[in-house]
């Protein structure tokens, strides 16, 4: 079975904090992937990478960063957290033929 | 670019009642499409993925259908269960790094 994890479930931030969300794969899967899940606006994908230290915007990047240093690692950053970022952020990972795999996910509020 | 819809927003259903749930989607260039289970606070299950040369999938209860021309797919979830409840989603690829999304049909079956 496939398996994404990421490091942690819930997470309280505060205003102007850098914070980082870390995902990691056990598939040895090219793509990863980093999506943000709001009521309403459903699925945004704010970054993806196909390779290690390669990287691509998404829809939504502004505010955010990421980094892929090895194959199963690929980590979120927000440079200074703001409460618009309030959300529950989605980790994926896939390959042929581009089936994604999920993590469960990390609620985070900044306040 | 490539909208999806899925209606109803929200179903009820008593037990053993068999259901189907639609997806529609505007551009029939896809690479393949998938259907998501999500639990309430949870990260996303993958449930089936049809490719774009296939018309079918099915896993035990779930069958899952794709006319591409059309723009239209739908989960069939036979002899409905309580713990079938949950938000289902489906998602259209249309390249290795480009995964559409709906907005989910919320779904509870009555025991």
């Known amino acids: 079975d496939v398996k994404v994890t990421q490091s942690s479930r819930y997470l309280v931030k505060r205003t102007g904090e850098k914070v980082f969300l870390e995902c990691v794969q056990d598939m040895d899967h090219e793509n990863m992937f980093w999506y943000r899940q709001d009521p309403g606006l459903g699925l945004r994908l704010i970054y993806f990478?196909?390779?290690?230290?390669?990287?691509e915007k998404g829809d939504i990047p502004e505010g955010y960063s990421v980094s892929r240093e090895k194959k199963e690692r690929f980590s979120l950053i927000l440079e200074s957290a703001s409460t618009n970022q309030t959300s529950m952020y989605l980790c994926?990972?896939?390959?042929?033929?581009?089936?994604?795999?999920f993590g469960p996910g990390t609620r985070l509020t900044v306040t | 670019k490539q909208e999806v819809t899925q209606i109803p927003a929200a179903l009820s259903v008593p037990e053993g009642e068999n259901l189907v749930l639609n997806c529609s989607f505007t551009d029939s260039a896809i690479y393949n499409l998938q259907w998501f289970r999500q639990d309430p606070g949870k990260g996303l299950t993958s449930l089936l993925l049809?490719?774009?040369?296939?018309r079918e999938q099915t896993s035990g209860r779930l069958n899952a259908s794709l006319d591409k021309s059309s723009g239209r797919s739908t989960l069939y979830i036979a002899a409905s269960q309580p713990g079938d409840s949950a938000t289902y989603l489906c998602?259209?690829?249309?390249?290795?790094?480009?995964?559409?999304f709906g907005t989910g049909t919320r779904l509870t079956v009555i025991p």
């Open positions: 998602a259209v690829q249309t390249g290795a790094n480009n995964l559409f």
């Open positions: 990478s196909y390779d290690v230290k390669m990287k």
């Open positions: 994926a990972s896939s390959s042929l033929p581009y089936e994604q795999y």
């Open positions: 049809i490719q774009s040369s296939q």
